[in-house]
Protein backbone atom coordinates (compact mmCIF):
# COMPACT_ATOMS: atom_id res chain seq x y z
CA UNK A 1 0.00 0.00 0.00
CA UNK A 2 1.50 3.09 -0.74
CA UNK A 3 1.32 6.47 1.20
CA UNK A 4 -1.24 7.97 -0.72
CA UNK A 5 -3.26 4.71 -0.42
CA UNK A 6 -2.89 5.34 3.35
CA UNK A 7 -3.73 8.56 3.15
CA UNK A 8 -7.12 7.99 1.09
CA UNK A 9 -8.01 5.45 3.53
CA UNK A 10 -7.89 7.66 6.71
CA UNK A 11 -9.61 10.46 4.73
CA UNK A 12 -12.58 7.87 3.66
CA UNK A 13 -12.42 6.55 7.04
CA UNK A 14 -13.22 10.25 8.58
CA UNK A 15 -15.57 10.58 6.33
CA UNK A 16 -17.40 7.35 7.18
CA UNK A 17 -16.73 7.04 10.50
CA UNK A 18 -18.63 10.92 11.40
CA UNK A 19 -21.50 9.95 9.54
CA UNK A 20 -21.81 7.25 10.78
CA UNK A 21 -21.48 9.01 14.22
CA UNK A 22 -23.71 11.82 12.81
CA UNK A 23 -27.05 9.49 12.35
CA UNK A 24 -26.56 7.64 15.45
CA UNK A 25 -29.32 9.75 18.40
CA UNK A 26 -27.19 11.20 21.30
CA UNK A 27 -23.82 11.38 22.13
CA UNK A 28 -20.88 9.14 21.76
CA UNK A 29 -18.01 9.38 24.26
CA UNK A 30 -15.43 7.73 21.79
CA UNK A 31 -12.08 9.64 20.87
CA UNK A 32 -11.69 10.58 16.92
CA UNK A 33 -9.34 7.94 16.49
CA UNK A 34 -11.87 5.11 17.31
CA UNK A 35 -14.11 6.81 15.12
CA UNK A 36 -11.64 6.56 12.17
CA UNK A 37 -11.15 2.81 12.68
CA UNK A 38 -14.34 1.98 12.83
CA UNK A 39 -15.12 4.20 9.68
CA UNK A 40 -12.27 2.57 8.03
CA UNK A 41 -13.18 -1.09 9.08
CA UNK A 42 -17.02 0.07 7.73
CA UNK A 43 -15.75 1.22 4.18
CA UNK A 44 -14.10 -1.80 3.52
CA UNK A 45 -16.46 -4.50 4.65
CA UNK A 46 -18.97 -1.89 2.75
CA UNK A 47 -16.73 -1.98 -0.56
CA UNK A 48 -16.82 -5.76 -0.51
CA UNK A 49 -20.75 -6.55 0.43
CA UNK A 50 -21.84 -3.95 -2.15
CA UNK A 51 -19.44 -5.66 -5.28
CA UNK A 52 -21.00 -9.09 -3.57
CA UNK A 53 -24.61 -7.50 -4.77
CA UNK A 54 -23.70 -5.73 -7.76
CA UNK A 55 -23.99 -2.55 -6.65
CA UNK A 56 -20.32 -1.62 -6.35
CA UNK A 57 -19.58 -0.42 -9.04
CA UNK A 58 -22.09 1.88 -10.92
CA UNK A 59 -21.82 4.85 -13.25
CA UNK A 60 -21.23 7.89 -10.82
CA UNK A 61 -21.53 7.84 -7.40
CA UNK A 62 -22.05 4.65 -5.87
CA UNK A 63 -25.17 5.66 -3.12
CA UNK A 64 -26.06 2.60 -2.67
CA UNK A 65 -22.34 1.29 -1.57
CA UNK A 66 -22.00 4.87 0.69
CA UNK A 67 -25.27 3.88 2.44
CA UNK A 68 -24.35 0.37 3.01
CA UNK A 69 -20.68 1.79 4.36
CA UNK A 70 -22.28 4.75 6.90
CA UNK A 71 -24.99 2.13 8.08
CA UNK A 72 -21.47 -0.64 8.83
CA UNK A 73 -20.06 2.57 10.62
CA UNK A 74 -23.13 3.60 12.57
CA UNK A 75 -23.48 0.23 13.95
CA UNK A 76 -19.94 -0.16 14.84
CA UNK A 77 -19.53 3.36 16.48
CA UNK A 78 -22.21 2.19 18.64
CA UNK A 79 -20.77 -1.02 19.86
CA UNK A 80 -17.59 1.02 19.94
CA UNK A 81 -19.07 3.60 22.29
CA UNK A 82 -20.59 0.71 24.13
CA UNK A 83 -17.67 -0.93 24.65
CA UNK A 84 -15.41 1.73 25.21
CA UNK A 85 -17.67 3.72 28.14
CA UNK A 86 -18.03 0.16 29.86
CA UNK A 87 -14.69 -0.01 29.93
CA UNK A 88 -13.41 3.12 30.81
CA UNK A 89 -15.96 3.27 34.09
CA UNK A 90 -14.80 -0.36 34.99
Not at 30 to 36: H, M, Q, S, Y
Amino acid sequence: MTVSGIISALIVGLIIGALGRLVLPGKQSIPIWLTIVVGIVAAVIGTFIATALGVGDTRGIDWIEVIIQVALAAGGVSLAAGFYTRKRVS
